[in-house]
């Protein structure tokens, strides 16, 4: 089987040839640039200076050649304009935080030195992300807000509705031109990833910090529906557009990589989610299903047991990252309750203890645990949970990738 031929076999629950895999295929799935500038060196090879298109995760954009050796079997249609900052994947430069790693990042990626600190600032020139000095990552710089006025100045569901903007023409002919070279010249499958959607996001809504939408939940239903229903309304909008130009290249789309849940629970009760979420998640989703035969991908850390069966109920196709480390995530109940209902890619191998911290004999044991409950019956795309970070000791990536070269159905 080729690489796309695997993963349609496994997201419609059907077995493949092989395990199908995703390792740094995704902006869910990826590896930190640092990390894949330590794994090239360590395996000598002659890839191309690292690129990072996600300069909010400062992920790598993987050259092929290290692709083949991850055996990954998809490939991200990356957008024109990453969502978090703003920027265009054009125009490539070399930038150096400080710790040590020269990396190619977008041109219109311009931090500004604060001290000890790298700022991006906003066109009024405050900053909305910040990094330490050789540091890793730039955090969204936000305000705290307080809870006195929390019902004061809310933004309208129409206002919200307007806020999030739609595809331009420029971004559609681009995506459509670089799905079409990736459909006839590679044999991946191909993954969207929209932008532009602020699809269902706990928190950071409308204008609210985390803890305020969460407050709100409790004290006002009919605003917090009214939001998301005008983020369905728009997204279903950005998906017609971008179905119309890519939607006969790819195979999934991730539609949402809001987090639901805590290491404990979920961050609010599962019957506000069924209540103000599903319904809408479920529009979203049966638009798709009705113009495109693209499977649905939502992304959620945490343990979050307790809406699944909802997100079923409400179409979505596929599950990600499937964080078992976490409470009430366990590998064969899951498999046991959903296996012929929902795709699990990921759960692969715990990125936050195992991979991490353990030796490379652990991480071969979870490898072969995780395959043995997940993959019987198709349904299962083998990933890490979550990216890649930096700091995860490079022969436990190698065990990982043995692991999965000795293993078939």
């Not at 395959?371 to 990982?400: R, S």
Request: charged share 25%; aromatic share 10%; proline share 5%.
């Amino acid at each position: 089987m080729t690489s796309r031929e695997r993963i349609r076999c496994a997201i419609n629950h059907k077995e493949p040839d092989r395990v199908p895999v995703d390792i740094a295929g995704t902006n869910v799935t990826g590896i930190h640039v640092a990390e894949y500038i330590e794994l090239i060196r360590y395996l000598g090879l002659d890839a191309e200076p690292a690129k990072v298109y996600d300069p909010f995760q400062f992920l790598a954009r993987p050259d092929d050649i290290v692709r083949r050796v991850l055996r990954t079997d998809v490939i991200e249609l990356e957008n024109f304009i990453e969502k978090r900052w703003g920027c265009r994947n054009e125009n490539w430069k070399f930038w150096d935080s400080g710790n040590g790693y020269r990396v190619l990042v977008p041109g219109d990626f311009s931090p500004v030195r604060n001290g000890d600190y790298w700022d991006i600032p906003d066109r009024s020139g405050k900053p909305i992300g910040r990094m330490p000095y050789g540091g890793l990552y730039f955090e969204r710089v936000c305000e705290t807000g307080t809870t006195d006025d929390l019902t004061e100045n809310l933004m309208s569901p129409e206002d919200y509705y307007r806020s999030i903007p739609l595809y331009t023409d420029e971004e559609l002919k681009i995506l459509e031109r670089r799905a079409k070279l990736l459909y006839e010249n590679t044999d991946y499958s191909i993954h969207g990833n929209i932008n532009n959607l602020k699809l269902f996001t706990a928190g950071l809504i409308a204008g609210q910090t985390i803890s305020n939408w969460l407050c709100l939940l409790l004290i006002d239903e009919d605003y917090c529906y009214s939001i998301l229903e005008a983020a369905a309304e728009r997204a279903i909008e950005n998906i017609r557009l971008y179905l119309e130009a890519v939607g006969k290249y790819i195979d999934t789309m991730l539609l949402s990589t809001s987090d639901y849940g805590s290491q404990n629970g979920e961050f609010f009760s599962p019957e506000i989610f069924r209540k103000l979420y599903m319904p809408n998640i479920k529009k979203v989703n049966d638009f798709v299903h009705a113009n495109s035969s693209v499977k649905t991908m939502y992304h959620s850390c945490g343990s979050i047991a307790n809406i699944i069966e909802y997100m079923v109920e409400a179409g979505v196709d596929i599950l990600n990252p499937i964080q078992l480390s976490c409470r009430n995530m366990d590998a064969r109940e899951l498999k046991a309750k959903y296996g012929d209902r929902l795709v699990f890619w990921g759960g692969g191998v715990d990125t936050q203890t195992v991979m991490q911290h353990g030796t490379p004999e652990e991480v071969r044991a979870q490898v072969r645990e995780r395959i043995e409950i997940f993959a019987p019956g198709g349904g299962f795309v083998f990933a890490p949970v979550h990216n890649l970070q930096y700091g995860v000791p490079i022969e436990n990536i190698m065990a990982m990738l043995d692991e999965l070269q000795k293993h078939s159905y």
